[in-house]
């Protein structure tokens, strides 16, 4: 997972207020760019759903919705990939411990779908240190 050997042509690391409208800015900027090298709508799409899944967790779950805490955003755009890490100052998680919201008895909660969504949309999810830092990744499919 080394950002070695990948020819990355464009990134942005930012320090953010915990707050998901000026996160959602920083988000339609990478998405523009994407966009901008003609990246396939439905990789697009991908992208903007797991980002924003893992922007909103970060805010409301890691920092609690306290705009006195940060995230710290950061993205990479290589010909063929893209690369998000998001680093909430909360304690963190174990993503392995989330219950299937895939059962019967799960499909009609409103919550819980966040970590599956973005596992289905993007090459690559990982969780890093206490669970408050994931890295996406998503091949380019055309």
């Not at 707050?19 to 003609?38: G, I, T």
């Not at 690369?83 to 989330?98: H, K, S, T």
């Amino acid at each position: 997972m080394a950002l070695c050997g990948e020819n990355w042509t464009w990134h942005c690391d930012r320090v953010i207020p915990s707050d998901l409208a000026l996160a959602r800015r920083l988000l339609d900027e990478l998405l523009a760019r994407l966009e901008e090298l003609h990246w396939s709508c439905r990789d697009i799409f991908g992208v903007h759903l797991a980002v924003d899944e893992a922007l909103v967790n970060a805010v409301q779950h890691g920092n609690k919705r306290d705009v006195g805490k940060q995230l710290r955003f950061s993205w990479r755009v290589s010909p063929r990939k893209v690369r998000v890490e998001i680093i909430d100052e909360g304690p963190g998680f174990d993503p392995r411990c989330l219950p299937d919201p895939t059962v019967p008895e799960r499909l009609a909660c409103p919550n819980g779908r966040g970590v599956w969504l973005m596992k289905a949309f993007m090459t690559h999810v990982e969780y890093c240190g206490c669970g408050n830092h994931v890295v996406l990744e998503k091949e380019r499919s055309d």
